[in-house]
């Protein structure tokens, strides 16, 4: 697949942006159907804690079977950005939002929305390995059927043996997986975590920072992993590491201080920055 | 003195003084099991643990048997009653207690939990007799497990509180980014993890309540007898020493060193089997 542009970016509105003008993503226009490709889309998204204001309109659409990947300094709101898309933003005491998400076409912020019916579609891996430590790597893996009640009519074995292939772990773990889930090692830890979120066959994974917490050689694995996962999911992932978001993305967004200062494909970010901070950031004189 | 022994010399202090103090705090409470060992040990035999007791000033003392009844009987009521109560207010208030909307009254219900915990025994055993005594018109086993768990809840609520605020927050995540409801993820993430904790907090208030007399003065009242029903008055270990060591015959105050000891093993015992049952498969 050629990439392009991200769906709903038009290169007349990227232009613009150049001249200072803010408007950077199309706004959306509910009269429009989803955009061909598209997945999701934050429109005029604005996120808080307490007082401090941590995203600041973000316009961004994330295309289906692609990864998306957000890089920016630390503090700069990617996690909070991806924390929104999942509404797991909402559950820190004292947040707010403003603004919309669509997730196929529809504001998952809508009040008729349940947001834990939102996060079985959108699931999440966190940049510390989380497995629960009180479940074996089999129970790890079955928690989110289980404890959702949608085993009904499934075979868990095979889901387990499905979603544990699918993370590239099936080989290390198929003869402890009775084990406990933190008795593995840290990255085999991190791709139980995207085993255990891709039980539940979401549409979407959202990845905060997976590597962080990972020697290289963990690190190049779950890498090889994210980009085999995006022919079946849409990926989004957070990262600190620029040769990481330019080795597995298809998309970058490049956040400062809760803006979104640039968004296109990875190629024209890397070689081709139209934003003087981006290719600051990208070259490493800053952040 | 060169500054380097100096401040080695400061830290050996430091080390002697910590080990000093372990060591006079022990004193009283190995004295105390000393003791009781010694004075009830001779005591314990069949007859004693399962007979009723003599008639006081008889030679013949009998046996413990309905305070040991008794005290189970309490102790098994008053975990059915404050578990239950102790266990949701902590999960309450550790983990609603900071909605924004809750958070004034999860404040308000942590002092008074406080409070709670501090209340004399008496005066909690003087409201249940006015409460619940008088209205049933009798003493009665129900009343005095319902005493005891006025007792056993604060504790209770706030060792389960603290357990689970010793849960990572990450785990919760984990399991609320999966879809997961609230309750689910409660009771299948988080209270599985900080079962250690809650297991502490249950035996701490059996150890404590196991023990408590003045509460149960007025509430079971004490007696000679076997458990008959709920309307009659029933007789406890810590009732049976009370009594007991007033009496002015020796075979009686030994019969109440014997309860003592008898007391001591029912509560290290609970302690010894809930734990070891409670140590999961994939327990740390």
């Known amino acids: 697949m050629a990439l392009e542009w991200p769906v709903g970016v038009d290169l007349e509105s990227e232009k613009t942006k150049m001249n200072g003008n803010t408007s950077y993503v199309k706004t959306w226009d509910p009269q429009n159907p989803v955009p061909a490709g598209e997945k999701m889309r934050s429109i005029k998204l604005n996120a808080w804690f307490g007082a401090k204001q941590a995203l600041k309109n973000i316009d961004l659409s994330i295309r289906a079977n692609a990864v998306t990947a957000i890089i920016g300094p630390s503090g700069c709101g990617k996690s909070t950005f991806v924390r ?50 009180t479940m074996s790597i089999y129970d790890n893996v079955a928690a989110g059927l289980r404890l959702t009640g ?11 043996k499905r979603s544990l292939e699918q993370a590239n772990l099936w080989d290390e773990v198929k003869d402890d997986l009775k084990k406990p889930g933190t008795s593995i090692s840290g990255g085999q830890q991190q791709r ?14 959202l990845m905060d920072e997976p590597c962080s917490a990972l020697d290289p050689a963990a690190t190049a694995k779950i890498e090889e992993l994210i980009v085999t996962l995006k022919q079946d999911y849409t990926v989004v992932i957070v990262t600190h590491n620029m040769q990481q978001a330019a080795r597995v993305s298809d998309f970058t967004a490049f956040l400062y201080i809760g803006e979104l200062v640039e968004y296109g494909s990875t190629k024209h970010i890397f070689e081709n920055p139209r934003s003087e901070l981006t290719e600051k950031y990208i070259t490493g004189r800053f952040g | 003195m060169t500054s380097y022994a100096y401040r080695k010399f400061k830290d050996r202090l430091f080390f002697v003084l910590s080990l000093g103090c372990v060591i006079i705090a022990v004193v009283p409470l190995l004295s105390i099991l000393i003791e009781v060992i010694l004075n009830g040990a001779p005591e314990l ?33 008053t975990c059915l009653i404050g578990i239950p109560f ?45 409460l619940v005594v008088l209205t049933l018109g009798h003493y009665s086993p129900l009343a005095g497990a319902i005493a005891l768990s ?18 990572p927050n990450s785990l919760r995540e984990a399991s609320l980014a999966l879809g997961v409801r609230n309750w689910r993820t409660t009771v299948s993430v988080v209270l599985p993890d900080a079962r250690k904790g809650l297991v502490t907090g249950a035996l701490l208030a059996v150890a404590r309540i196991a023990g408590e007399t003045a ?22 270990l810590p009732l049976r020493i009370y009594r007991d060591s007033f009496l002015n015959y020796s075979n009686f105050q030994a019969q109440a060193w014997g309860a003592a000891l008898v007391l001591i093993l029912i509560v290290l015992s609970l302690n010894i089997g809930v734990r070891v049952a409670s140590r999961g498969r994939l327990g740390k």
Do not use: W
Not at chain 1, 192 to 205: D, F, G, K
Not at chain 2, 107 to 114: A, D, K, Q, V
Not at chain 2, 150 to 167: D, M, Q
């Open chain 1, 84 to 133: 929104c898309l999942n509404r797991m933003h909402e559950l820190v005491p004292g947040s707010s939002s403003s603004g919309q998400v669509l997730l196929d076409g529809r504001d998952i912020y809508s009040k008729e929305v349940d947001p834990v019916l939102i996060r079985r579609r959108v699931g999440m891996v966190f940049q510390k390995p989380n497995p629960f430590p």
């Open chain 1, 150 to 160: 949608l085993k009904r009519g499934k075979n868990l074995d095979e889901v387990v």
């Open chain 1, 192 to 205: 139980l975590c995207i085993a255990r979120a891709i039980a539940l066959q979401p549409e979407v994974i």
């Open chain 2, 45 to 77: 035999s069949i007859k004693f643990l399962t007979q009723t007791a003599g008639v006081i000033g008889s030679p013949d003392a009998g046996g413990i048997g309905p305070a040991i009844q008794g005290t189970l009987i309490l102790i098994g009521l």
């Open chain 2, 86 to 130: 102790g266990v949701m207010s902590g999960i309450f208030l550790a983990e609603h207690g900071n909605n924004r909307y809750l958070r004034a009254y999860a404040g308000l219900m942590r002092i008074f939990n406080n409070a709670l915990t501090g209340v004399p025994s008496i005066v909690v055993g003087i409201t249940v007799f006015a």
């Open chain 2, 150 to 167: 006025f007792i056993a809840i604060p504790i209770v609520a706030r060792t389960t509180e603290e357990s689970l605020k010793l849960v």
């Open chain 2, 215 to 236: 509460p149960l003065l007025m509430t079971i009242l004490g007696g000679q007898y076997f458990f008959q029903d709920f309307s009659q008055p029933m007789d406890a």
